[in-house]
C-alpha cells in the first residue's frame, strides 16, 4: 500500500488539487478516470483465465478518482448471471477459491417420498487460496502504477490551465 505521509510530491499534488476550483476538479478526475480505468480493466482482463472468471469479475469493474486517492473495484455488479449467482455477494469463491466437499442433501421424489443423498459441492472453483488470484493480485501489481499516472493527469491538467509546459 502506497503512503502519501511519506510522499512529498504525492502531497504537494492532493494539495493543489484540493486548491483548485470545482470546475477543474472535476475535469481533473474525470480525465483521471478515462485513463486509469482501461488500465485497469486491462489487468483484471490479463489475470482472469476461466470464463466464470471474466463474468465474475470484471462484472463491474470501473476506477474512481478524486482528491482522496484513486479505488479499484471488480465484481461489483449486482445483475445475477445466467443460474443466479450474483458478482457483488458471490464474488469470494471465484476470487479465492474453495474447497471442494460432499454434503448430505434432503430432497423429495416426484411421488412424494423423501430421501438423502450424498452431493459435492465447488467443483467449478479452483483450490482455495488465502490471497486472491485476480483482483486482488492486479490491484496490488498495478496500484502504484496508477497513482503514478493520476499524478501525471492532475500536474498535466493544472499545468495546462496555467499555460505552462510539463517537461517530462
Do not use: C
Request: hydrophobic share 40%; glycine share 6%; no cysteine.
Amino acid at each position: 500500500m502506497l503512503d502519501v505521509r511519506g510522499s512529498r510530491e504525492l502531497q504537494a499534488t492532493i494539495l493543489a488539487l484540493r486548491q483548485a476550483r470545482r470546475d477543474i476538479r472535476l475535469d481533473i478526475n474525470k480525465t483521471a478516470r478515462s485513463r486509469i480505468r482501461p488500465i485497469w480493466r486491462s489487468e483484471l482482463n490479463a489475470r482472469a483465465r476461466r470464463p466464470l472468471e471474466t463474468r465474475v469479475i470484471l462484472a463491474g469493474a470501473r476506477a474512481t478518482a478524486s482528491d482522496r486517492g484513486v479505488t479499484l473495484y471488480a465484481a461489483s455488479s449486482g445483475r445475477p448471471l445466467r443460474g443466479g449467482l450474483v458478482p457483488s455477494y458471490q464474488w469470494p469463491a471465484v476470487e479465492f477459491g474453495a474447497n471442494v466437499r460432499r454434503v448430505r442433501v434432503r430432497q423429495r421424489s416426484r411421488s412424494g417420498r423423501r430421501y438423502e443423498r450424498p452431493l459435492t459441492v465447488n467443483r467449478q472453483f479452483q483450490r482455495r487460496l488465502e490471497h486472491g488470484m485476480i483482483a486482488f493480485d492486479a490491484a496490488s501489481e498495478t496500484g502504484t502504477r496508477l497513482v503514478a499516472l493520476w499524478v501525471r493527469t492532475v500536474v498535466d491538467e493544472l499545468a495546462a490551465i496555467d499555460g505552462a509546459e510539463v517537461v517530462s
